[in-house]
């Protein structure tokens, strides 16, 4: 089975997004995701695919989970289940699930790692992450960043492991 890491930004109540859109413009936290995700395949509901500014993402296989079977997407390919994903990936290469908050309960319970960026803030969202069981998930690297003037908040890069 492929390795699964989620990446996502989340505000301290584990806000990830509203009315389809991140919370806010976070150059540093772009630039993460950009150096973690580019050379492998990326996953994605189609709602967040829906809303990139640049699609496909460029450097990175695009894999779009929707329920709609007559789905046609130019440079993404579609799928439909778990078992449907776990066919179209090469078993030997960290696959990054995307967002949104749907894919993300989906996949969080077989993920091997979490990538998140905790933003010291608090936020207005109609979209969340799901909560990390710190039973299940170990902590295993942390780095703060503080604000600057391109980036509004005070950022934690955190990389999740699983226990089990």
């Not at 540093?28 to 500014?53: C, I, Q, Y």
């Not at 066919?87 to 908050?101: A, K, M, S, V, W």
């Not at 690297?141 to 699983?162: A, H, I, S």
Request: hydrophobic share 40%; proline share 6%.
């Amino acid at each position: 089975m492929p390795t699964f890491s989620i990446i996502a930004a989340a505000g301290l109540n584990n806000e990830i997004g509203i009315h389809n859109q991140l919370l806010c413009h976070l150059p540093a936290d772009l630039r993460r995701f950009k150096e973690l995700t580019t050379g492998h395949p990326v996953v994605m509901g189609h709602n967040t695919w829906d809303s990139l500014p640049i699609k496909p993402l460029p450097h990175r296989t695009n894999f779009v989970l929707s329920h709609n079977l007559a789905l046609s997407i130019p440079n993404a390919t579609v799928f439909h289940s778990l078992a449907e994903l776990q066919q179209l990936l090469d078993n030997h290469q960290e696959t990054f699930i995307i967002g949104g908050e749907k894919v993300y309960q989906l996949f969080m319970g077989i993920a091997d790692n979490i990538y998140l960026t905790r933003i010291l803030g608090n936020f207005t969202a109609d979209a969340f992450f799901p909560i990390i069981d710190e039973k299940k998930w170990h902590l295993a690297e942390e780095t703060f960043r503080p604000r600057d003037e391109k980036n509004p908040y005070d950022l934690e890069f955190q990389k999740w492991v699983r226990m089990e």
